[in-house]
């Protein structure tokens, strides 16, 4: 009852966040809704399972639900200090509209997280697509229009794959007799599926969430997404919605793990995780938007992940720490680039420099996001990106360690130039006169993930090694 | 009368492939609701009869009517022209429908899997495909629009080859249409057409790294 309970308010608070127009009160529905979250993520967090054969409250949703609750939150005190900043002429409407959406995508990426039935998910990401394309039109100009039609053109072809890959799972239980799609009971049966449809569904799965994961073929529209959103909405699309992406299909690989197919399975993610990293490496070379560098740096960190699970319960482990670190770094820089934004105007690498110089706690802000984000220790990354080198040694896969190493130098080394550049080298034009105060407050968050995710690398409280371990359903 | 209506249905697909007019891609949408509404008719024989009832008339009322009078009154609204304005001549897109539909054929009849319906199988496939080829190969983005909604049309007929075990499915197949139609139409009608008069994919490349 209690996920009708959270989905009901959530449906009220979001409509009352579309149509009402006072500030108070959409502030007020805005809290009230962070509340129903924290609530509902301790819940889950504290119950066995669901009384609902719809959804679950596995190990993998409280992981999943508990990163949320914690990012959702954070991106919306800095989306209320964006609404507000960024734009102080904008309307209520458009205000209310912009947290509406964020209440709606956080509810649907929290529930394609908590699904236990492969409809169920699909509803979920349908819902998703439908409230980050608000986002992305936030700014309604001609640049958010070309990225938000392209996100919904790619998304709906994307759901469209997803789907059929549903029904090409219908016709591979249907000798078996399997109607039943929900991930527990596919599990169960995974032997009596016909592997020819199953292979099929597969592909066509992992090609319909590869737009929520920012992975090959159709990662190109969320770069545009995430870009194109204002910066607290891309750090929930660069985070909370690429792990939505990668639990789905970490739930549908499981099947496969029970089958023939296993083997199958891992080619096909090793090879495709590998092109992903090789495009993450090129683009991070040569981008010049921050923006989007950031967006690019998360498909080599979904490589990472989608590698991790193929490598057995090490590598598992490896990619399930790496999905929650990684949720909490990402967003971190996310915000911090807000506060670049107000200080020159800019998101392109040639009009930025000398941050330390304009923002101090924000230049070490952003240092701290990049020693995490590149795995430096103490970097929490550092500890997940080890157990899955390890995993690749002690899989015999040293060809592929190889090519990640240097794919990941090349990265490190894109990234770096970027992020050293903002900090240290002096910009080519700046009028200082118009450069405003940043209150070193604004970066409290930036500094908090990724000290949260130093604590949970290296400290490893004990109920959050329990999740993971219990989360490997390989 | 099964295999009639998806030889029909599948000779729409060959008609798309040369057709000039945008005016001609709307008939190929009503005509391929009104097939599809009789193939739930004769396909879905042990389901719910309020469900068939349901599905037909989102056919009818939706795909048949609804979608293509908003499409005409987008192309009325936006002055967009007559033409489709393809990147390939008409005749080598004849030529490669054919042969996605050869190929459907090859593939389905090579499958040893005496559960699925191959006709409804060939029909299916040939469409979802030759719907991505002629997405790449427009360059209006109103064509586009037009040609993912005939790969829904194709995925609705996969669908009905499961409806009969999992209706579930098939409405959900309703949802998709109503979803993507309602989000891709209402962003063209709402915004894209305010702001880019006859648009083609070519305006909308400025997104750079």
Redesign the interface.
């Given at each position: 009852m209690e996920i009708y309970y959270f989905l009901t308010i959530s449906g009220i608070i979001g409509t009352g966040l579309a149509i009402n127009r006072k500030k108070f009160i959409n502030y007020l529905l805005l809290f009230l809704y962070s509340i129903a979250l924290i609530a509902y993520s301790t819940h889950i967090a504290l119950t066995q399972e669901s009384h609902s054969a719809y959804f679950t409250f596995d190990s993998l949703s409280k992981l999943s639900t508990l990163t949320l609750c914690i990012i959702s939150i954070a991106a919306f005190f800095h989306g209320y200090r964006y609404v507000e900043k960024h734009n102080p002429t904008e309307t209520p409407h458009s205000k209310g509209l912009f947290f509406s959406a964020m209440v709606i995508l956080v509810t649907a990426i929290a529930h394609i997280n908590l699904s236990n039935h492969l409809?169920v998910s699909?509803?979920f990401v349908?819902l998703s697509?439908?409230s980050a394309?608000i986002l992305i039109?936030h700014h309604r100009n001609?640049?958010a229009?070309?990225?938000?039609?392209?996100y919904?053109?790619v998304g709906?072809?994307s759901?469209?794959f997803i789907?059929?890959g549903?029904?090409f799972l219908?016709?591979a239980g249907?000798?078996a007799q399997i109607?039943e799609?929900s991930y527990s009971n596919l599990l169960q049966h995974a032997q009596a599926l016909?592997p020819?449809?199953l292979k099929l569904s597969f592909i066509f799965f992992l090609l319909g969430f590869s737009i929520k994961m920012s992975f090959i073929p159709m990662y190109t529209a969320s770069i545009?997404a995430k870009?194109?959103a204002p910066a607290p909405a891309g750090a929930i699309l660069a985070s909370l919605l690429m792990n939505a992406g990668f639990v789905a299909v970490y739930r549908y690989y499981a099947i496969l793990c029970q089958t023939p197919l296993k083997t199958w399975a891992q080619s096909l993610l090793i090879i495709s995780a590998l092109v992903s990293l090789f495009i993450a490496a090129v683009?991070m070379t040569?981008?010049?938007?921050i923006k989007?560098m950031l967006a690019y740096s998360g498909i080599e960190h979904m490589s990472l992940m989608i590698i991790g699970i193929t490598l057995g319960k090490t590598g598992a482990f490896a990619a399930l720490l790496h999905m929650v670190l990684h949720s909490l770094i990402k967003p971190a820089l996310f915000f911090q680039y807000n506060q670049i934004y107000w200080v020159y105007q800019s998101k392109s690498i040639y009009d930025v420099g000398n941050y330390f110089k304009y923002n101090k706690a924000g230049a070490i802000a952003l240092l701290i996001g990049w020693i995490s984000l590149t795995a430096i220790p103490p970097s929490g990354l550092f500890v997940s990106e080890i157990l899955l080198f390890q995993s690749l040694f002690a899989n015999h896969m040293l060809l592929v360690l190889i090519v990640v190493m240097l794919l990941l130098t090349i990265i490190i080394w894109g990234l770096t130039s970027n992020v050293l550049k903002i900090l240290f080298t002096p910009p080519l034009q700046i009028n200082e006169s118009n450069i405003p105060t940043i209150s070193p407050w604004e970066s409290t968050t930036q500094y908090i993930l990724p000290v949260l995710a130093v604590y949970l690398a290296y400290f490893q409280p004990g109920w959050f090694i329990d999740w993971i371990s219990k989360a490997i359903i390989l | 009368m099964i295999d009639f209506l998806l030889i029909l249905f599948t000779m729409t697909l060959l008609y798309a492939a040369i057709a000039n007019r945008m005016q001609t891609y709307l008939w190929i949408l009503i005509l391929q609701g009104a097939i599809l509404s009789g193939l739930t008719y004769f396909l879905l024989t042990n389901i719910e009869v309020y469900n068939v009832v349901l599905i037909i008339a989102e056919n009818l009322l939706f795909k048949t009517i609804a979608v293509p009078w908003f499409l005409h009154t987008i192309l009325k609204r936006n002055q967009i022209t007559r033409e489709t304005e393809p990147y390939l001549p008409n005749f080598v897109s004849l030529i490669i429908i054919t042969a996605i539909i050869l190929l459907s054929i090859v593939i389905t009849t090579s499958i040893n899997d005496m559960f699925i319906a191959k006709n409804l199988f060939i029909a299916a496939i040939s469409t979802i495909f030759s719907a991505l080829y002629l997405i790449m190969s427009r360059k209006k983005i109103i064509t586009h629009v037009i040609c993912y909604l005939i790969l829904e049309n194709g995925v609705f007929l996969l669908s009905l080859s499961t409806g009969n075990e999992m209706p579930m499915l098939v409405n959900l197949g309703i949802m998709l249409d109503i979803f993507a139609s309602v989000l891709i139409l209402g962003i063209f009608f709402n915004k894209i057409g305010d702001v880019l008069k006859d648009p083609d994919v070519g305006l909308l490349r400025n997104l750079k790294d």
């Amino acid at each position: 009852m209690e996920i009708y309970y959270f989905l009901t308010i959530s449906g009220i608070i979001g409509t009352g966040l579309a149509i009402n127009r006072k500030k108070f009160i959409n502030y007020l529905l805005l809290f009230l809704y962070s509340i129903a979250l924290i609530a509902y993520s301790t819940h889950i967090a504290l119950t066995q399972e669901s009384h609902s054969a719809y959804f679950t409250f596995d190990s993998l949703s409280k992981l999943s639900t508990l990163t949320l609750c914690i990012i959702s939150i954070a991106a919306f005190f800095h989306g209320y200090r964006y609404v507000e900043k960024h734009n102080p002429t904008e309307t209520p409407h458009s205000k209310g509209l912009f947290f509406s959406a964020m209440v709606i995508l956080v509810t649907a990426i929290a529930h394609i997280n908590l699904s236990n039935h492969l409809a169920v998910s699909w509803i979920f990401v349908e819902l998703s697509t439908l409230s980050a394309s608000i986002l992305i039109y936030h700014h309604r100009n001609i640049r958010a229009l070309e990225g938000v039609w392209k996100y919904v053109f790619v998304g709906a072809i994307s759901v469209t794959f997803i789907y059929i890959g549903i029904l090409f799972l219908s016709t591979a239980g249907k000798q078996a007799q399997i109607t039943e799609l929900s991930y527990s009971n596919l599990l169960q049966h995974a032997q009596a599926l016909n592997p020819f449809w199953l292979k099929l569904s597969f592909i066509f799965f992992l090609l319909g969430f590869s737009i929520k994961m920012s992975f090959i073929p159709m990662y190109t529209a969320s770069i545009d997404a995430k870009d194109k959103a204002p910066a607290p909405a891309g750090a929930i699309l660069a985070s909370l919605l690429m792990n939505a992406g990668f639990v789905a299909v970490y739930r549908y690989y499981a099947i496969l793990c029970q089958t023939p197919l296993k083997t199958w399975a891992q080619s096909l993610l090793i090879i495709s995780a590998l092109v992903s990293l090789f495009i993450a490496a090129v683009y991070m070379t040569r981008v010049k938007n921050i923006k989007r560098m950031l967006a690019y740096s998360g498909i080599e960190h979904m490589s990472l992940m989608i590698i991790g699970i193929t490598l057995g319960k090490t590598g598992a482990f490896a990619a399930l720490l790496h999905m929650v670190l990684h949720s909490l770094i990402k967003p971190a820089l996310f915000f911090q680039y807000n506060q670049i934004y107000w200080v020159y105007q800019s998101k392109s690498i040639y009009d930025v420099g000398n941050y330390f110089k304009y923002n101090k706690a924000g230049a070490i802000a952003l240092l701290i996001g990049w020693i995490s984000l590149t795995a430096i220790p103490p970097s929490g990354l550092f500890v997940s990106e080890i157990l899955l080198f390890q995993s690749l040694f002690a899989n015999h896969m040293l060809l592929v360690l190889i090519v990640v190493m240097l794919l990941l130098t090349i990265i490190i080394w894109g990234l770096t130039s970027n992020v050293l550049k903002i900090l240290f080298t002096p910009p080519l034009q700046i009028n200082e006169s118009n450069i405003p105060t940043i209150s070193p407050w604004e970066s409290t968050t930036q500094y908090i993930l990724p000290v949260l995710a130093v604590y949970l690398a290296y400290f490893q409280p004990g109920w959050f090694i329990d999740w993971i371990s219990k989360a490997i359903i390989l | 009368m099964i295999d009639f209506l998806l030889i029909l249905f599948t000779m729409t697909l060959l008609y798309a492939a040369i057709a000039n007019r945008m005016q001609t891609y709307l008939w190929i949408l009503i005509l391929q609701g009104a097939i599809l509404s009789g193939l739930t008719y004769f396909l879905l024989t042990n389901i719910e009869v309020y469900n068939v009832v349901l599905i037909i008339a989102e056919n009818l009322l939706f795909k048949t009517i609804a979608v293509p009078w908003f499409l005409h009154t987008i192309l009325k609204r936006n002055q967009i022209t007559r033409e489709t304005e393809p990147y390939l001549p008409n005749f080598v897109s004849l030529i490669i429908i054919t042969a996605i539909i050869l190929l459907s054929i090859v593939i389905t009849t090579s499958i040893n899997d005496m559960f699925i319906a191959k006709n409804l199988f060939i029909a299916a496939i040939s469409t979802i495909f030759s719907a991505l080829y002629l997405i790449m190969s427009r360059k209006k983005i109103i064509t586009h629009v037009i040609c993912y909604l005939i790969l829904e049309n194709g995925v609705f007929l996969l669908s009905l080859s499961t409806g009969n075990e999992m209706p579930m499915l098939v409405n959900l197949g309703i949802m998709l249409d109503i979803f993507a139609s309602v989000l891709i139409l209402g962003i063209f009608f709402n915004k894209i057409g305010d702001v880019l008069k006859d648009p083609d994919v070519g305006l909308l490349r400025n997104l750079k790294d």
